[in-house]
């Protein structure tokens, strides 16, 4: 089992920036993936970016050049910076994990942080 707590959402206007930061414990393989999806009201779960172990990325379009993931592996930690926010980035971001290379391995996640950008 995998246990995932996010932090650092909050209300900002139009611009601004934020941090969010995922705490993953429990059963975490070495090679693995950890990401941010979102979703807003009314709009199915979309990917925001994902960063391998060893250290691929990966973004959505909408968010290329104004988000960065990063992640600490020796403390099981993975950020979002997320800056130039638009009333759009407006969600529910969810922390999850991924094991890779294991056949029908589960996916983790958190309860999520709610991110809400004011125009």
């Known amino acids: 089992q995998v246990q995932l707590v996010e932090s650092g959402g909050g209300l900002v206007q139009a611009g601004g920036s934020l941090r969010l930061s995922c705490a993953a414990s429990?059963?975490?393989?070495?090679?693995?993936?950890m990401g941010w999806y979102r979703q807003a009201p009314g709009k199915q779960r979309e990917l925001v970016a994902t960063?391998?172990?060893?250290?691929?990325?990966n973004y959505a379009d909408s968010v290329k050049g104004r988000f960065t993931i990063s992640r600490d592996n020796a403390k099981n930690m993975v950020y979002l910076q997320m800056n130039s926010l638009k009333p759009e980035d407006t969600a529910v971001y969810y922390c999850?994990?991924?094991?890779?290379?294991?056949?029908?391995?589960?996916?983790?996640w958190g309860r999520g942080t709610q991110v809400t950008v004011s125009s």
């Open positions: 960063l391998t172990s060893g250290a691929i990325s």
């Open positions: 429990g059963s975490i393989f070495n090679v693995n993936v």
């Open positions: 999850n994990y991924h094991r890779l290379f294991m056949r029908n391995s589960p996916d983790y």
